[in-house]
């Protein structure tokens, strides 16, 4: 089974520069997650996606942060402006539905602010 | 009170000894109970879960789960220097299925 696929692998942008990110769960799961990890700290959940409808976005900064799940497959995270403290590594995570599935972590995108 | 809280270590261990993580949580509701393992750079590795109190065993990996203080540990038996990484405690509170993450435990297993 393939496991879920994120691009880019690292990014370096400079502060107010734009950036997205782009995630593909794994097959067949409904329920998509995007991660903040900053160096020494564990992840922090931003956005919850169950198919194509969000359910928690409440640490999503959104004035600056957006995301969505066109189709209920694939997903995008975007940073507009980016800010020194953006600079963490950003996880995608799926799992196969609600409730206590465990959840497995793509490669990650390492996003280096200048 | 951090929700989910670990000791950030690092633990040092000698090869072949047994590694005791701890981990306590502050939502009584909490009902899932997860541990991840993180080398230095890569992303969360899934290891064991735990609903249920009491101990779950996966090879060398043992998950211990007393709801009622609130606690779930990690053994590491036989450790092994390729079990130096970070470990990662995670909860899922009673609502919903968000999962959130303590700190990490830094693990070093010495030759």
């Known amino acids: 089974e393939a496991g879920v696929a994120q691009s880019p692998r690292y990014k370096i942008i400079e502060k107010r520069q734009s950036v997205a990110f782009w995630c593909n769960p794994i097959s067949g799961h409904a329920t998509l997650y995007w991660y903040q990890q900053i160096l020494g700290q564990g992840p922090k959940l931003l956005i919850q996606?169950?198919?194509?409808?969000?359910?928690?976005d409440s640490q999503l900064p959104k004035d600056r942060f957006s995301a969505e799940r066109l189709k209920g497959v694939d997903s995008t995270l975007k940073i507009q402006p980016a800010k020194l403290e953006d600079s963490a590594v950003y996880l995608c995570?799926?799992?196969?539905?609600?409730?206590?599935?465990?959840?497995?972590f793509g490669d990650g995108t390492r996003l280096s602010i200048l | 009170q951090k929700e989910v809280e670990q000791n950030s270590g690092p633990l040092s261990v000698p090869e072949g000894a047994i590694a005791s993580l701890n981990c306590t949580y502050s939502?009584?509701?909490?009902?899932?109970f997860f541990w991840y393992r993180q080398y230095s750079g890569k992303s969360p590795e899934l290891i064991m879960f735990i609903y249920s109190n009491g101990d779950k065993e996966d090879g060398r990996f043992t998950a211990q789960l007393n709801k009622a203080s609130q606690y779930v540990s990690l053994l590491i038996r036989d450790s092994q220097p390729s079990d130096s990484a970070t470990y990662l405690c995670a909860v899922i509170k009673a609502a919903g299925n968000k999962l959130t993450f303590g700190g990490g435990t830094r693990v070093l297993v010495k030759p």
């Open positions: 939502d009584r509701g909490s009902q899932s």
């Open positions: 995570a799926s799992s196969s539905g609600s409730g206590n599935q465990p959840q497995h």
């Open positions: 996606f169950q198919n194509n409808g969000v359910v928690d």
